[in-house]
């Protein structure tokens, strides 16, 4: 027992400093991509106005990519996001410019048009045992035809203002300030009541210095990110969307009992089962929750583009799935963050951005992107391998 | 006698644990040499190094095999040297046939085509040795037992012709007819000459079969010795490092009211129309007792308690009363909320999330309980998980760690951690000291024993008749799904349960 008690309290201490190895590699691999447009384009990358606009462009894969981490994680795959994202851009654009509804009242219709279309998907997976990929390939055919259908082809434009501030807004610098104030705010009394929580429970607490720490970090990279976006026109509406979704989303995932049970569905759905999780619930409320937000990115995306187009969306689900991979999520299921995902969306992103940027031809964009996948999902295998390895 | 193999001075670290610290293990030519040690004493760890599983660089030591220095840079490399290993945890491909696993990797070719004739020829006489007759090669792998599965895995370190055979608790899921075929095999073996190492929890086969017998604790050589100068007393003492005097604490039961109540329950076979998994059987179990449930592999008591626990959903018939209250259970939510608990046998498959850590597998099934609005305190979830940790003395370094990362019978005593928490009113468990040293079993039993004086109900499963006898109040026995003896403990003995068990022939 002494051995086991002082393994204990070793671990406890190294805790802090042995952070999560794998997600530095990925951010470093950021900071190198960054550096090197930076370099390449002559500095023109990393200025406000293209950070600006390479986080809107980055914004429609985060929001799938949130969604297709925890779908994933379940050990499923949803290949119609893509085409859903056309689809509900399409409603809310008919909605919008035909039938000259409000904005508001539009996207509250095109949300739950979103969270019924997941209702019908995840029924079929859930409740009818066809595989995700079989029912989501249909899916994939089955909207894109229904846009083709009720668009009748053609390109819906004249969106209200209303409908394209929530693609093409900012949040004004000053209130810009306060979110970021309010953020770091918020951080710091989460940090404390962790604090307190532990405390009262009798576990060590990390010491103050590194709280402190902590606090600054996060202020520092709060800040710059405000700054930096006020510099231009303030933070876009749309990655401020991405933020409050993906932090949502992050809680559901490490806080929740449903989150939890999706990771171990998907990590064994037997064990699962016999622990007495409803599976079939918990997968038709997954593909809810995965097409909700593809309805989002449906919004985010006519909005920013100003209309919606028959194409919109195509081949946005691979984007999604590679953003997640490339984040770590494992497509055996059961291992999987979303900060990971919205990390690999922006390396994603970056990519198109400065090769674009540069006027590298289409051609060399793709092969590069795909070059790239491969190689960040090899590292990331490679890096679990040694691990386990000791 | 000449050393066929020798392990120096192996060390092997993983993050946070020292699995081996400057272990030494030498074998003779022609033995069988016995392994033992508790749970995370460092057996399996060691023989992976020797396999090539954990290449050369990744541990400290040196292996020497016939004298002669070997480094291993994978599995192949080994076999190569004429060393296989039977994992611990089966590697079969369930959905291959027989023959397909057994030369999986080793396919007989020409030209890259596949002797499929000669296959079948030669996986024929494979299973002929190991007492496989009546298995087809093209027979599905995970259709048959585990208990076969076992013996096929057997046959395919065989077929390899393997000068030292590593067998890592391969008699864990085996019936006794099952160990008695596999032991004489290995007898059969030692004649030709082959070197057998021998990892077991049970110490009647260790002494049955090794010649000498090496000790692991804490991941330290502790000694090795001749069978025929030790005692299986001396050798507990050694692994466990104090005297047990008692292997079975049993205490008196105080049976209470009656908490769980079957009538005429009969479960359907859902692959064969018109049979029956369990056939009209009745029985009730109390407050504070142990109820034991004897009979052959295959009886049916598997079935029984899944089915009780609702896996069988819409194939059962019959009346279930829970504290006198009539329930048809729907699903396991269900059966959880209804007080029940099921430790099944299987803890890879049903028992464990493997990627998830301690605490997470612990708090699985008791979330609701420590989650207020949906949202896990935790805190909470390290507070009761760190209490399984330490009163189960589950060895590893935090509620942390990764389950897939622990021992065997780790992962056993994490599994029922899993359940106690739950706080059942009748807890079944299937097999539960399967892989489990004799130390954390003596534990085991008196947690049992804990839970009864607290009034919750128990069923144990088992195919350890001493296990049965020596801890349980009753013992029901099942044959071919029905109930073919109730015994009290203190009229049940061997003989009369191996005839209820046979059919009462
Ligand atoms: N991949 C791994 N990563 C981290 N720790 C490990 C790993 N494999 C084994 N260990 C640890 O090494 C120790 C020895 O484990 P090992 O599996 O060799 O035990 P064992 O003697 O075979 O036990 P059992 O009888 O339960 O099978 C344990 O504490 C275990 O948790
Ligand atoms: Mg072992």
Redesign the interface.
């Known amino acids: 027992m002494s051995t086991n008690t002082e393994l204990v309290q070793n671990k406890q201490k190294v805790k802090w400093i042995a952070f999560d190895l794998r997600a530095y590699t990925m951010i470093a691999a950021l900071v190198l991509i960054w550096i090197l447009f930076t370099f390449l384009s002559g500095g023109s990358f990393i200025e406000p106005r293209n950070l600006s606009n390479l986080f809107n462009q980055m914004s429609v894969t985060s929001v799938l990519a949130v969604g297709m981490v925890l779908i994933i994680v379940a050990g499923h795959i949803d290949l119609s996001v893509g085409s859903l994202v056309g689809l509900t851009g399409g409603v809310a654009a008919i909605l919008n410019s035909t039938y000259d509804w409000n904005a508001i009242v539009v996207f509250a219709v095109t949300i739950a048009f979103g969270a019924l279309v997941g209702l019908w998907q995840g029924w079929w997976v859930a409740y009818r045992a066809v595989p995700a990929f079989i029912v989501t390939l249909g899916g994939m055919l089955i909207f894109r035809g229904v846009l083709l259908g009720i668009s009748d082809s053609r390109t819906i434009s004249g969106l209200s203002d209303g409908f394209k501030t929530v693609g093409t807004g900012y949040v004004p610098q000053e209130w810009g300030i306060v979110v970021g104030v309010l953020a770091v705010v918020v951080f710091t009394l989460l940090l404390v009541l962790k604090r307190v929580s532990r405390k009262k429970f009798g576990f060590d607490i990390e010491p103050m210095v590194l709280s402190l720490l902590k606090i600054v970090l996060v202020s520092i990279i709060v800040f710059t990110f405000v700054l930096a976006m006020n510099d231009y026109k303030g933070i876009p509406i749309p990655i401020f969307v991405v933020i409050f979704l993906a932090i949502i989303f992050t809680f559901i995932a490490k806080n929740t009992v449903y989150g939890r049970q999706i990771y171990a569905i998907g990590g064994n759905p037997e064990a699962a089962r016999l622990s007495g999780i409803n599976i079939k619930r918990r997968t038709l409320m997954l593909f809810v929750l995965g097409n909700t937000l593809a309805a989002i990115a449906g919004i985010l995306l006519t909005a920013r583009v100003g209309s919606a187009t028959v194409n919109a969306g195509t081949m946005y689900e691979l984007d999604a799935i590679a953003a997640a991979v490339i984040g770590g999520t494992s497509l055996l299921g059961g291992a999987g963050t979303i900060s990971g995902a919205i990390i690999g969306a922006l390396v994603m992103a970056s990519l198109d951005n400065g090769m674009s940027l540069m006027s590298v031809e289409t051609f060399w964009q793709y092969i590069v992107k795909g070059g790239i996948l491969i190689l960040a999902v090899w590292m990331d295998i490679y890096s679990r391998q040694r691990k386990n390895k000791g | 006698m000449t050393i066929a193999l020798e392990m120096k001075q192996i060390t ?6 020292k699995a081996l610290d400057e272990v030494t293990f030498k074998v003779s030519k022609g033995e069988v040499h016995a392994l033992c040690g508790e749970n995370g004493a460092g057996k399996s760890t060691l023989m992976k190094v020797l396999s090539g599983l ?2 050369e660089g ?1 541990y400290e030591g040196e292996i020497l095999v016939d004298g002669e220095k070997k480094a291993f840079t994978n599995i192949r490399d080994a076999e190569e040297a004429g060393i296989a290993i039977i994992y611990q945890e089966l590697a079969m491909v369930r959905g291959m046939t027989v023959a397909e696993n057994l030369f999986l990797g080793n396919e007989p070719q020409k030209l890259g085509v596949i002797q499929w004739d000669y296959v079948y020829s030669e996986t024929e006489k494979w299973l002929a040795q190991v007492g496989l007759e009546g298995i087809r090669p093209d027979q599905i792998t995970g259709e048959l037992g585990i208990g076969q599965q076992q013996l096929i895995e057997i046959a395919k370190a065989l077929s390899k012709n393997a000068n030292i055979l590593i067998l890592d608790e391969p008699t864990a899921a085996l019936t006794e007819k099952e160990v008695e075929i596999l032991l004489n095999i290995l007898r059969e073996f030692k004649k030709r000459g082959v070197t057998c190492i021998y990892i077991s929890h049970k110490l009647n086969e260790v002494f049955d079969i090794a010649d000498s017998i090496t000790i692991l604790r ?1 991941g330290q050589t502790v000694a090795t010795h001749d069978t025929a100068d030790i005692d299986e007393d001396k050798v507990i003492s050694l692994m466990v490092g104090r005297e047990l005097t008692e292997r079975f604490p049993r205490v008196e039961a105080n049976p209470g009211d009656v908490v769980l109540s079957v009538k005429n329950y009969s479960v359907k076979d859902p692959d064969q129309a018109g049979k029956y998994l369990i056939d009209d059987v009745s029985f009730e179990v109390k407050k504070g007792e142990i109820l034991g449930i004897s009979g052959l592999m295959g009886a049916g008591r598997t079935e029984l308690v899944m089915s009780l ?1 609702g ?1 069988y959903a819409g194939l059962t018939s019959g009346e279930v009363e829970i504290d006198g209250e009539k329930v048809k259970i729907k ?3 269900h ?3 209804k007080g029940l608990a ?1 430790v ?1 046998e299987d803890r890879k ?8 850590s301690i605490q ?1 597998n612990i708090t ?2 008791s ?2 309980w420590i ?1 207020p609005y ?3 305190s ?2 909470e979830e ?2 009761h998980s760190k209490l399984y940790h330490q009163s189960l ?1 589950i ?1 590893a ?2 509620v ?1 760690s990764i389950v897939g990362n622990l021992s065997g019978g780790n992962q056993q005593k994490v599994v029922l951690g ?1 359940w106690l928490m739950t706080e059942p009113k009748v807890l079944i468990v299937d097999e539960p000291t399967r892989g489990i040293d004799v130390g954390a079993k003596f534990e085991i039993y008196n947690i049992m024993n804990e839970l009864i004086k607290k009034g919750v109900a128990i069923i144990m499963i088992s195919s350890e008749l001493p296990e049965v006898l020596g801890i349980s109040h009753r013992v029901l026995v099942l044959n071919e799904g029905k109930l073919t003896g109730e015994f009290d403990y203190k009229d049940a003995t061997q003989e009369k349960i191996m005839v209820a068990a046979t059919g009462g022939k």
């Open positions: 092997k670290e993983f993050p946070g644990v954990y290449p990744t804490d626990f896996t699903n396991t939510e059966a959880i909320k099921l099944s498959k049903y028992g464990l999330v493997l990627g998830m997470n699985l099934p979330l609701k989650s949906g949202v896990i935790e805190n390290i507070k003395r060895k370094p935090s942390e899993k």
